[in-house]
């Protein structure tokens, strides 16, 4: 019967093929422009680092000094002291990626000079000002075929303005020589280092960083979640959005999902420096996961009722509303199973994330020697809302039942009013069933986090469709 309805829902083939190659994501992961700050902040202090440790050539050569003739030079031990990126910025260029504008930064190195001229040789030291650097990279983003994020340098320039230089020596037309060298000749060295270090620094660290993307979260040993992009990271005028698949799936077999994710209205907020947006797709295909790895099957048996909890689970108690099991089944123990028949679906609207799911409940009378009779089974229904929140990177949640509506599906002891159990299956729903379900949640599902990046100031709503996190970032650097 489980096959016949996935053939009749998929109708025709083509129908089949619609559904599985749309690209819609589950997840979206918005970096806002207070977001690209931030890491324009980090990601400048560990440029300025890397830039500050730029080796550069001895440099010599020859040149013609008027009233002196031919003088040989060399330039050598250059050694840069600092490299300062005073003003920085990075700006999303829509379709094509982040502009990172570096402007008026400034170097400071030293070194040795040596010059020979007729017969005469003289050395001694300068230090040279770097100035008005700068500097202007693209950063295109891309998806490689695992679905972890790229980043590439096609597009670098460094210019440099001013130089000046200050040496030690007694000759005056030096200045003017090691002045016209050094703009010519390092200028244009360092031009050229400086995007090196750039594309190298971009491709060794930024990349490298931004591959720690986890594209498929364990989350246990049953269950993962799919983070792996679906498509490249888009820039639009505003943000950095990546389009994540955004699935949980069972991790003994993974088989896809029978519905494709709805787009994803995002909202324009900006105040936060990223934002997640959670679809319903995200949160239906956790209920298949679950269902399909087992995970939602409970068994409930005496010694797990809380000692609080006036209840016995045996016969004797319940033969005062099933007099049948008086005489079947007299004075033995009972144990409940708790399970999904179908995987629940969830769906986000603007009150909240909510479900209806059904759930079986099968009761069985334990014989001495441990077999178990099955006596009947009850069909459960109700509203399930969720609180949801985020702590330590991982959206948690809490669940909250609203009336449980009882039916009975099968009966091997004969009918009886259901309406009896009401209250004994509200007590096995808020006292067992919800707290275990509850102690799950409250441990969370990470969310596609970089490596050491901490959220604060967390901001939860509900739209249609999806669920919208906002949070502000921290990056931990590594102690
Ligand atoms: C069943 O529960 C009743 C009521 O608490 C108790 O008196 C009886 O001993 C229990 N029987 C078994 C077999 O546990
Ligand atoms: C266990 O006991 C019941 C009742 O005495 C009996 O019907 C059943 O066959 C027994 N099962 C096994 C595996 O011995
Ligand atoms: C669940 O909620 C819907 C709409 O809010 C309502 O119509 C329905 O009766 C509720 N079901 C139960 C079992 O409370």
């Known amino acids: 019967m489980g096959m016949q309805s996935v053939a009749v829902a998929c109708g025709a083939l083509t129908l089949c093929l619609a559904l599985t190659t749309a690209t819609n994501p589950g997840f979206v992961v918005r970096i806002t422009q207070a977001g690209l700050d931030y890491a ?40 840069l002291r600092d490299f300062h990126l005073p003003y920085s910025r990075i700006t999303p ?54 679905g972890k994020p ?21 000759l005056g037309w030096l200045y003017n020589l090691f002045h016209s060298v050094i703009e010519s000749r390092l ?26 993307l986890p594209v498929t979260a364990r ?38 999902v029978p519905f494709s994710p709805l787009p994803l209205a995002f909202t324009s907020d900006h105040e936060r420096m990223v934002y997640f947006g959670a679809s319903s797709y995200f949160f239906s295909t956790a209920g298949i996961a679950y269902h399909k790895a087992g995970a939602l099957v409970f068994e409930i048996t005496e010694a797990m009722i809380p000692k609080d909890v006036e209840f016995k689970l045996n016969t004797s108690v ?51 020697n441990s077999s178990l009779a099955p006596l009947f089974l009850l069909s459960l229904t109700g509203n399930v809302s969720a609180v949801i929140n985020v702590r330590s990177g991982r959206i948690i949640g809490s669940l909250d039942v609203g009336r449980i509506r009882l039916s009975l599906k099968d009966s091997a002891v004969g009918t009886f009013q259901v309406r009896m159990m009401q209250s004994l299956i509200n007590i096995l729903t808020s006292n067992m069933l919800l707290p275990r379900l509850n102690a799950r949640l409250d441990e969370g599902f990470p969310l596609p986090l970089l490596d050491r990046i901490q959220l604060s100031n967390i901001l939860v709503r509900f739209h249609q469709n999806f669920l919208l996190l906002g949070a502000d970032v921290r990056f931990q650097p590594r102690r």
């Not at 700068?134 to 490689?144: E, F, M, V």
């Not at 123990?333 to 629940?344: E, G, L």
């Open 40 to 79: 324009q902040q980090q990601a400048i202090a560990s440029l300025e680092k890397k830039l500050a440790q730029l080796r550069l050539p001895d440099i010599s050569g020859d040149s013609r000094v008027l009233r002196v003739g031919k003088v040989h030079y060399e330039l050598s031990r250059l050694r």
């Open 318 to 368: 319940f033969s005062a509303f099933i007099p049948q099991l008086e005489e079947k089944y007299p004075n033995m123990p009972m144990k409940f199973r708790v399970s999904t028949p179908t995987a629940p679906f969830l769906t986000v609207g603007e009150g909240g994330i909510s479900f209806q799911p059904i759930v079986d409940v099968q009761a069985y009378a334990i014989f001495p």
């Open 150 to 170: 790229t980043i590439s340098t096609p597009d670098c320039s460094a210019h440099i303005s001013k130089v000046r230089v200050l040496f030690s020596g007694k």
């Open 219 to 256: 989350i246990d040993n049953k269950i993962g979640i799919d983070y792996s992009l679906v498509a490249p990271p888009r820039a639009t005028t505003k943000s950095l959005d990546a389009d994540l698949k955004g699935e949980f799936y069972s991790l003994a077999h993974r088989s896809p």
């Open 93 to 146: 260029i829509s379709n094509k990626g982040l502009q990172v504008s570096i402007s008026n930064a400034f170097a400071e190195l030293d070194g040795d000079w040596r010059v020979k001229f007729l017969f005469i040789r003289d050395h001694g030291s300068f230090d040279l000002k770097v100035e008005n650097i700068y500097i202007k990279i693209l950063l295109r983003l891309g998806s490689d075929t695992s």
């Open 187 to 212: 200028r244009k060295i360092l031009e050229n280092k400086v995007c090196d270090k750039v594309a190298m620094s971009v491709y060794n660290e930024l990349q490298t960083y931004i591959r720690t």
